[in-house]
């Protein structure tokens, strides 16, 4: 049975027998690109578990965008769902402007709004490289750069970034996407070189195999094959990545930045 979502850290007092619930990311502002399903509302509901206020954004998906802001919302957190094209320089700027009115600061930017559009290199148009490269990595430079000068201003900050195992492998139908996930590690280590010094961390996740709707669309028999190869002997769950974004978004990591974690099953083992 997989382990369900770290939902607060538990301390025990001897003396007394009570416990008291801390939750890692009480009152911090956080934005999340790409949540309407996936691993991003997985780390979304984790985050609000966890008394984080929830800024997030979608693509098309409206209805499950305002569904997550409602379920959100009942956990008792600000929660707010956002049309926006992670892909688009302004409207990266746009939406920074309106989190920060609505929400007043920002603290974490976790950069996971993500497209594949598999081919064999032999076959593969350049709109279909061109449009996963935008989304996937000029995203997070648009982003970065929206939230830069509110964290040098209030001197913290922490980024996260969804890349893959496949960008630090490479995978042979997936030029365009390992290109864009390798492009997202070089960035998260030079973010983290440039802007250490101010306290901005910057940190990348490589998930392996993780059941979504982005793997759904993939045949059942080859993903079997996929489970039987990875040492914890099946796919990760949006929670699985979640909480370890839930470690990179809270003190719990402030002295750690410049990293890749494989959230893999041991896949890269
Ligand atoms: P998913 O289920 O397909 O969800 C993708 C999310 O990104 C959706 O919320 C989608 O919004 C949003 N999105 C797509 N294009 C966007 C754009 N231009 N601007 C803003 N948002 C956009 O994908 P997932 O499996 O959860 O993957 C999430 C991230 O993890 C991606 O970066 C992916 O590359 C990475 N990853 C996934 C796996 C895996 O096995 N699933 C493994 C490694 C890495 P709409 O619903 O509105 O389209």
Redesign the pocket.
């Known amino acids: 049975m997989p382990f369900k979502g770290v939902k607060h850290i538990l301390y025990l007092t001897c003396n007394n027998a009570k416990f008291y619930y801390m939750k890692l990311l009480e009152g911090k502002n956080v934005i999340i690109?790409?949540?309407?399903?996936?691993?991003?509302?997985g780390i979304a509901k984790v985050f609000a578990d966890n008394g984080a206020n929830v800024a997030f954004?979608?693509?098309?998906?409206e209805a499950?965008?305002l569904e997550l802001e409602k379920e959100l919302t009942a956990k008792g957190v600000k929660a707010k769902a956002y049309k926006?094209?992670?892909?688009s320089f302004t409207q990266a700027e746009e939406l920074v402007a309106n989190v920060l009115e609505d929400f007043g600061g920002i603290d974490v930017l976790i950069n996971?709004?993500?497209?594949?559009k598999d081919n064999l290199l032999m076959r593969m148009g350049e709109d279909d490289f061109d449009s996963v490269i935008e989304?996937?990595l000029k995203?997070v430079f648009n982003m970065t750069k929206a939230v830069q000068r509110t964290f040098l201003k209030q001197r913290k900050g922490s980024i996260v970034n969804?890349?893959?195992?496949?960008g630090v492998k490479g995978n042979a139908g997936q030029t365009n996407?390992a290109a864009s996930?390798a492009g997202m590690i070089g960035f998260t280590k030079s973010v983290a070189l440039e802007l250490g010094s101010r306290n901005i961390r910057c940190n990348a996740i490589?998930?392996?195999?993780?059941?979504?709707?982005?793997?759904d669309k993939l045949d059942e028999k080859v993903v079997q094959g996929w489970r039987d190869g990875i040492p914890l002997k099946r796919g990760?769950s949006?929670d699985d990545?979640a909480n370890a974004c839930l470690f990179f978004a809270s003190d719990m990591s402030a002295y750690v930045t410049g990293q890749v974690l494989n959230v893999d099953g041991g896949m890269l083992t």
């Open positions: 690109t790409g949540a309407s399903r996936g691993i991003g509302m954004t979608y693509s098309s998906s499950p965008a926006s094209n992670a892909a996971n709004a993500g497209i594949t989304i996937n995203s969804m890349s893959s195992v496949v996407y996930k490589a998930p392996g195999f993780i059941e979504t709707e982005m793997t990760g949006p990545v």
